[in-house]
T-cell receptor, first 116, second 112 residues
Framework: AQSVAQPEDQVNVAEGNPLTVKCTYS??????LFWYVQYPNRGLQFLLK??????LVKGSYGFEAEFNKSQTSFHLKKPSALVSDSALYFC??????????????FGQGTTLQVKP | EAEVAQSPRYKITEKSQAVAFWCDPI?????LYWYRQILGQGPELLVQ????????DSQLPKDRFSAERLKGVDSTLKIQPAELGDSAMYLC??????????FGPGTRLTVL
């Protein structure tokens, strides 16, 4: 069974410092990995995805993620955090059994708190 | 920029009542998903449509939940009767054939 783990419930970082939000996955076959962000009482906004190719994926709002096959990880990173980055972040893997439109399997989420 | 529309944004109901949520996907998106997000958890798929056909409803509690997408465009998710444990955010998403899923703002359901 495919699964995603986000080991940290909350990450605290000072504005201007680099941030990392951790994600590990377990899949059979090739992983299709995603990061989404959710602001209070809002839906999920797509940040970035890894399907194939370069292990460093760049996405929206200055975020990037590094795919590491040997460690089965897909950590989200940003070189310099902003207070406005404070939100709930979800890592997800796409169910590989259903092609491009398979359902997403989400982690539990990590709350990012950026302090001024 | 095209968006997924959902209504209502908030719904408060009493247990044993019926509720319905509506979703209008991005134009041209053939695949539509309904996810349920319980507070403090990640979203979980309830039902997936390809055009007007259900392709995955394995996690849909079929004794009380139903979903339809009659013309392959907008969709309705219904709960009858609602139970206290149904309190959650109900998210609709749609995707093109390339697979990236776009989410609507969600409907926050509170069952009293």
């Amino acid at each position: 069974a495919q699964s995603v783990a986000q080991p940290e419930d909350q990450v605290n970082v000072a504005e201007g410092n680099p941030l990392t939000v951790k994600c590990t996955y377990s899949v059979s076959g090739n992983p299709y990995l995603f990061w989404y962000v959710q602001y209070p009482n809002r839906g999920l906004q797509f940040l970035l995805k890894y399907i194939t190719g370069d292990n460093l994926v760049k996405g929206s709002y200055g975020f990037e993620a590094e795919f590491n096959k040997s460690q089965t990880s897909f950590h989200l990173k940003k070189p310099s955090a902003l207070v406005s980055d404070s939100a709930l972040y979800f890592c997800a893997v796409r169910d590989s059994g259903s092609g491009n439109t398979g359902k997403l399997i989400f982690g539990q989420g990590t709350t990012l708190q950026v302090k001024p | 920029e095209a968006e997924v529309a959902q209504s209502p944004r908030y719904k408060i109901t009493e247990k044993s009542q019926a509720v319905a949520f509506w979703c209008d996907p991005i134009s041209g998106h053939a695949t539509l998903y309904w996810y349920r997000q319980i507070l403090g958890q990640g979203p979980e798929l309830l039902v997936q449509f390809q055009d007007e056909s259900v392709v995955d409803d394995s996690q849909l509690p079929k004794d009380r939940f139903s979903a339809e997408r009659l013309k392959g465009v907008d969709s309705t998710l219904k709960i009858q009767p609602a139970e206290l444990g149904d309190s959650a955010m109900y998210l609709c998403a749609s995707s093109s054939r390339q697979g990236e899923q776009f989410f609507g703002p969600g409907t926050r359901l509170t069952v009293l």
